[in-house]
């Protein structure tokens, strides 16, 4: 089997079952493949599990039966940009705070690779957003959300909002969120969104601190093309794409589809949406 590894570089409570996940890498004979971010920290760290390493990339030019993710929800969302549109299963391992997207706790990541070939593993199929929008350099999609938000000095930002050529609304807000379901649980819920089954063909627009009580939380089919422009006292406003933002001329249109592609969540048996949200929000 081939595995590619994304983590962050914040792990040394958990040093110990990282070597004892390489121990067993190696007693599989499974090809490793690091990204260089947690290469060059494991070559501070853990310089004993390296030797074990097939190849180390910074970039997408690679391939693999599955991908682990060693991190919080965070490392997650870069992991599924490294990954692009191949889309090879990624599993998370939760090494952050809530891990939402993790089906797997770090205590359990020696088993990783007994449990890839073993259990019964299914993989959901998670919807992206894709964003046209000049100024945008890179990675032009977002697997939780968008978020069009107000430039530096204004005290207010105007975003209208079309759905396929027909006039939605004005929003007088701080902001507008654009979320997948898989984002629901995240910004989204912060700012009184409603949680979407990750499943659903839908995108939530939730408003920032909305300067009117009539603009709420609105679900609309993710088959939409989705345009806003917006006005403002400052010069621009800003664009996040899952916490990459960018200042954008007020000039600019901002149109949003969902991506040609998804990103593949491997999860571990008995992971499924219900027991997450018990468990992360404390509901039982």
């Known amino acids: 089997m081939k595995i590619a590894i994304y983590g962050s570089r914040r792990q040394e409570p958990y040093l110990q079952y990282i070597r004892q996940f390489f121990d067993a890498l190696a007693?599989?004979?499974?090809?490793?493949?690091?990204h260089s971010k947690i290469y060059d920290y494991l070559w501070q760290t853990l310089p004993e599990v390296l030797p074990r390493v097939s190849r180390v990339?910074?970039?997408?030019?690679?391939?693999?039966?599955?991908?682990?993710?060693?991190?919080?929800?965070?490392?997650?969302?870069?992991?599924?940009?490294?990954?692009?549109d191949k889309e090879i299963p990624i599993i998370g391992i939760n090494t952050?705070?809530?891990?939402?997207?993790?089906?797997?706790?770090?205590?359990?990541?020696?088993?990783?690779?007994?449990?890839?070939r073993h259990a019964d593993m299914s993989v959901e199929e998670r919807s992206l957003v894709a964003v046209d929008c000049p100024g945008i350099t890179g990675w032009q999609y977002a697997l939780n959300e968008v978020a069009i938000t107000k430039g530096d000095g204004a005290s207010i930002i105007n975003i209208h909002a079309s759905?396929?050529?027909?006039?939605?609304?004005?929003?007088?807000?701080?902001?507008?969120?654009?979320?997948?379901?898989?984002?629901?649980?995240?910004?989204?819920?912060?700012?009184g969104g409603?949680?979407?089954?990750?499943?659903?063909p839908v995108f939530v627009l939730s408003p920032i601190a909305a300067h009117s009580l009539s603009m709420r939380p609105l679900v609309v089919a993710d088959r939409s093309l989705l345009t806003f422009t917006c006005t403002s006292r400052a010069r621009n406003f800003r664009i996040a794409l899952d916490g990459r933002?960018?200042?954008i001329d007020l000039d600019t249109a901002v149109g949003i589809t969902r991506a040609p592609f998804?990103?593949?969540?491997a999860m571990a048996?008995?992971?499924?949406?219900?027991?997450?949200?018990?468990?992360?929000?404390?509901?039982g």
């Open 27 to 34: 007693q599989m004979g499974d090809e490793v493949i690091l």
């Open 57 to 84: 990339v910074s970039g997408g030019d690679f391939d693999a039966d599955v991908v682990a993710c060693i991190g919080g929800d965070g490392s997650f969302l870069r992991t599924a940009a490294w990954v692009a």
């Open 96 to 116: 952050g705070h809530l891990g939402y997207m993790s089906s797997i706790a770090v205590e359990d990541l020696p088993g990783l690779p007994q449990l890839l």
């Open 194 to 200: 409603p949680i979407v089954q990750p499943s659903a």
């Open 245 to 247: 933002s960018y200042p």
């Open 163 to 191: 759905i396929d050529g027909c006039e939605l609304a004005t929003y007088r807000s701080d902001g507008l969120l654009i979320a997948t379901p898989t984002g629901s649980t995240a910004y989204n819920l912060s700012v």
């Open 262 to 265: 998804v990103v593949k969540v």
């Open 269 to 283: 048996p008995g992971s499924n949406f219900a027991r997450t949200l018990r468990n992360k929000l404390a509901w």
